[in-house]
């Protein structure tokens, strides 16, 4: 028996000497590639080795190639560039999934076509059953007021029709959807929505942010394995354009379990950082539990609350420090009143967790930067890293107060590109100064996590990484951007979908970065989107998405 352990321990120390004098073998190393490692300490090398899903060597071929042993895989990447693994700061997961099913309404240029649309769905739909859409934005009509239900109660008398806006702050539904949800003339608007009435005060079908809840309680509920189902979807969809992680920006506690399931099976190809969508049950389950963090080996985390401070902007509920310039009796709205924002963060940093606050509106952001100043002075904490999400529009004196406080704004580029059409007839000429100001704040030494915010927008990360830089749409308009001062390095962009995400969410530590000892996720793309024209940008392709030295996707050549 003595001799056994013996034996053992003299294995085990030789074994640990040879380990000193030759590396252990790497599972792969990919040569002849252009990596931006994102690590200042060798920011572009040729070569890079993973072993037991972690970078284990960046550098040239020739070190690299010294780590190869009989198993080794060797990817020739041909010159083709690789970054890591890129992560959208800001997305909805779930509603990812579950609109690959719906009626994509996106690309749709009038009213008449979304009818068409839902025409077509309706020929192929059991009666009753509720047909559901989303993507329609009437700032894109030649008449940009709201839709009314009108036209979709008559081809669908029968079948309850919803239809989201882009933002996902507004719906328009039918009249069959409207009965079914037992709503009538008499139906008061909840505090923080908005019921848009015709002038007999009959609801015309457009309910705005808290409203909506007025129709959609009705809606049918998806099944345990339906959210399974749309969950792995979205994943997929995520991995094929080069997504290694999304912060999840507010998930009830189902669609978490949801998430923790998989993850717990290992099938869960995502690093999703799952906010806590603002519910009391559901946050004082999770603050008994604690902040959840890398679960799964690195594939869920839990230990961030999401609230709201305010609406969006294209359905005027971006709360305004002054009236909307295109309707002067309107400021906004306020989601969630001061007191709970602050009472909910400062119960968050008792907790040991972080808050990411949607804001939009200048009063919106200013409400939620006095809400965190004030937790913090009750519960002074060093290391918070609190967020407010969207920050489109900033007065001029809240700018500083975000590296004041130590408050990141995670931001969606992408929204500058759709929003510049009609954003200045909302706010007037003067406000657009302080609107998707990103150089603004990052002069004041902040980080910039960017994002997506999918559904509202399309899930490929390189739409924002393009605004970023550019601040055009994806037809290189206007030349040479808009307010173009505000305009991001490419350093900084893809900063802004790896590093600082990461730094964003407690991760820095193990992802964000080609460095040695973190996960191994990357992308190969079939361009260098650090050197090509800004108009080229959103022509690059994902040929491969590694998460842990794994590929999760390969497009097929
Ligand atoms: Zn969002």
């Known amino acids: 028996m003595r001799l056994t352990a013996l034996c053992a321990l003299l294995a085990f120390s030789s074994s640990l000497a040879a380990q000193r004098a030759t590396p252990q073998p790497a599972d792969l190393i990919v040569t002849n590639a252009r990596i931006y490692t994102v690590d200042d300490s060798h920011p572009f090398v040729s070569a890079m080795a993973v072993r037991d899903g972690r970078v284990q060597f960046v550098g040239s071929a020739r070190e690299a190639l010294l780590l190869r042993g009989a198993s080794t895989r060797v990817i020739d990447a041909a010159g083709q560039t690789v970054i890591p693994g890129m992560v959208d700061a800001h997305g909805h997961l779930f509603e990812l999934g579950a609109g690959l099913r719906n009626i994509d309404l996106t690309d749709t240029r009038s009213f008449d076509e979304i009818v068409a649309r839902v025409a077509a769905r309706i020929k192929d739909t059991p009666a009753n059953r509720w047909v559901l859409g989303r993507g329609w934005d009437q700032n894109k009509w030649g008449d940009t007021r709201f839709p009314t239900h009108e036209a979709l109660s008559r081809i669908s008398p029968n079948n309850p029709v919803v239809l989201e806006r882009v933002d996902g ?22 505090a923080g929505g908005r019921i848009e009435r015709d002038a007999n005060g009959q609801p015309t079908g457009v309910f705005v942010d808290n409203a909506m809840g007025l129709v959609q309680h ?73 902040p959840q963090s890398a679960l799964y080996d690195g594939h869920l985390w839990i230990r961030t609350i999401k609230l709201y401070a305010d609406g969006a902007l294209g359905s005027r509920g971006a709360a305004l420090l002054d009236p909307y310039a295109d309707d002067p009796k309107n400021v906004g709205l306020l989601k969630s009143t001061p007191q709970h924002l602050q009472d909910v963060s400062t119960r968050a940093l008792q907790h040991g967790f972080q808050v990411a606050t949607h804001a939009i509106g200048d009063r919106g952001n200013r409400v939620a930067l006095d809400a965190y100043e004030g937790a913090l002075k009750s519960v002074p904490t060093v290391d918070h890293r609190f967020r407010i999400e969207h920050v489109q529009i900033l007065d001029h004196a809240d700018v500083p107060r975000f590296a004041q406080l130590g408050v990141i704004p995670s931001m969606q580029a992408v929204h500058q590109a759709s929003d510049m059409y009609w954003a200045p007839a909302r706010l007037g000429y003067a406000r657009t100064f302080g609107a998707y100001a990103w150089r603004s704040l990052l002069n004041t030494g902040v980080i910039i996590p960017n994002g997506s915010d999918v559904p509202v927008e399309r899930v490929n990360p390189l739409y924002s990484f393009h605004a970023a830089v550019s601040r055009q749409d994806d037809s290189s308009w206007p030349p040479g951007g808009w307010f173009p001062e505000q305009k991001m390095t490419r350093d900084e962009a893809l900063k802004g979908m790896t590093i600082w995400p ?20 990357f992308v190969i793309l079939d361009r260098d989107i650090m050197t090509i024209p800004d108009a080229e940008i959103l022509g690059a392709r994902v040929f491969a998405t590694y998460i842990s030295g794994r590929a999760v996707f390969e497009r097929s050549r």
């Open 169 to 190: 702050h507004a719906i328009l539904a039918n009249a069959a959807a409207m009965r079914a949800a037992s709503v009538t003339a008499a139906t008061q608007a909840p």
């Open 218 to 290: 009705a809606l049918p509920q998806m099944s345990h394995d339906d959210m399974r189902t749309a969950t792995l979807a979205a994943i997929a969809e995520a991995n094929r354009y080069g997504l290694v992680g999304m912060h999840d920006a507010g998930e009830p506690r189902e669609i978490i379990d949801v998430f923790e399931e998989l993850a717990k099976a290992g099938t869960f190809s995502l690093r999703a950082y799952v906010m806590i969508s603002d519910d009391s049950g559901t946050i004082e389950h999770y603050f008994q539990r604690g």
């Open 502 to 521: 990461a730094y964003a969410a407690f991760q820095e530590t193990l992802t964000g970065s080609l460095t040695p000892g973190k996960y191994a996720d």
